[in-house]
């Protein structure tokens, strides 16, 4: 069985945002950890060597695959940022329709920065992901 490439490191959390060169995605991730840690009661770790997420559970496939991931996360990536969160189909069209300016793939919501979206909504997403992954992982 194959390692998981995303897992909890020491890597500064801190030490990683003030490498990111572009002044509002730094301004915007700081931010970001603020919001995720009040909503989400967890400190910031970094996940593999681009991942910034909150609190974990550790799931298991069918299949036997298993490992942790973070029960909410980002990246400021170059283009946008990336934000990881478990979200239902009916989560995602009460929301996203309301959040701002993104972009949707399976796994994740992009966003060019901040000021785009209603934090509001990214607040909401946070606290569904955390209760989506508790109710699928209940022994976290």
Partial sequence: MAKNKTTQTETS???????????TKRNDSFELIKIMQKQTGFEAKMWGPGIIGFGSYHYKYASGHEGDAP???????KDA???YACLTDENKEELL?????HKVAKACVYFKK???????ILKKMISLSVKNLNTLYPSN
């Fill in 97 to 101: 329709p309301n959040f701002g300016k």
């Fill in 71 to 77: 029960l909410v996360g980002f990246s400021p990536r």
């Fill in 13 to 23: 959390v801190t030490d990683f945002i003030n490498a990111v060169e572009d002044d």
């Fill in 114 to 120: 901040l000021a785009d979206i209603d934090p509001e």
């Fill in 81 to 83: 940022f990336s934000f």
